[in-house]
């Protein structure tokens, strides 16, 4: 038996991740800021679109949103005509933002105080892993929360875990984040490298791949970089916001990182080649860009 469920955010990770759950057999309201996406998704999938975050969450046991930052998850939780408004006690919020950690402790602490649980449960996979229903998700809440939303994931994550209470997950994408800037920027230093040293890329990725240097991001991102073909994927405007993300919580923990904060900047010098819309593998243009040899 199908849960009545409502998805606020229908982009390019949310639009996936509520096709799955309609796949399941859950009965939708789906609610987008540009309602031809709504209508879209309607139309090919079933469900109702609702007008409204608040309307969408009406009468719905689970609520899900996938939006860009923490000024749109405020909008649609708590601000005019959102979510939180209009959903009832006993009822569950699972916010797959990828948003800061203080923004999910606040609003944990107001789905507490109204007495409907919220889970932060950002994803890891990228548009293929949604399309895929094989994401990584990252969850922070009590572990009852975690157990109710746990099923209704399922439908399009591989790996679900709890990370600790509310703000863990967020903090959990910040370390995945992290580490993907350092991958990233040593690929595109890696493939480089082999172009100028007049080696053929193809080889040395087969190659290398095979031992140590091997990685889901060399294996998934090594052609695009040679081909120079960045117009899919994550999109570099995104990175730069979850790694300001994990710079600003560094701050406030004391950690240090000084590879995240030099590969951020390199990603502000491709956004200033046009590429604010490039995947995250276009790292390597901003180097052929300062040798000459794009």
Not at 39 to 44: M, Q, T
Not at 95 to 108: K, N, V
Not at 248 to 277: C, H, I, K, S, W
Request: charged content about 20%; aromatic content about 8%.
């Amino acid at each position: 038996m199908g849960e009545k469920v409502a998805f606020i955010g229908l982009g390019v990770m949310g639009v996936h991740m509520a096709a799955w759950l309609a796949k399941a057999g859950h009965e939708l309201s789906v609610f987008n800021r540009t309602f031809a996406k709504a209508h879209a998704f309607v139309e090919k999938h079933g469900g109702r679109v609702a007008e409204t975050p608040s309307e969408a969450a009406r009468d719905a046991r689970f609520v899900f949103s996938c939006v860009g930052n923490d000024e749109h998850l405020g909008a649609v939780t708590v601000g005019p005509e959102g979510a939180f408004e209009a959903m009832a006690p006993g009822t569950l919020f699972i916010d797959h933002t990828t948003s800061s950690a203080a923004l999910a402790r606040e609003l944990s602490r107001v789905a507490v105080r109204s007495g409907f649980g919220f889970v932060d449960a950002p994803v890891s996979g990228g548009q293929v892993g949604a399309e895929q229903g094989s994401l990584t998700v990252m969850v922070g809440g009590s572990p009852a929360d975690f157990e109710r939303a746990r099923p209704l994931i399922a439908a399009y994550a591989k790996h679900v875990r709890l990370l600790g209470p509310s703000g863990s997950g967020q903090l959990t994408k910040m370390v995945n984040q992290i580490c993907l800037a350092g991958l990233l920027q040593g690929l595109a230093e890696g493939l480089h490298f082999t172009e100028m040293a007049g080696l053929d890329p193809v080889d040395v990725v087969d190659v290398i791949s095979h031992g140590a240097a091997q990685s889901w991001q060399m294996d998934q991102r090594h052609m695009p970089m040679i081909q120079g073909a960045f117009d899919f994927g994550f999109a570099v405007d995104w990175m730069r916001k979850d790694l300001g993300l994990a710079i600003d919580e560094a701050r406030r923990n004391g950690a240090t990182l000084p590879v995240t904060a030099l590969v951020d900047q390199f990603y502000a010098d491709v956004q200033a080649m046009g590429g604010q819309r490039w995947d995250t593998s276009s790292l390597i243009a901003r180097l052929r860009a300062r040798t000459g040899t794009n």
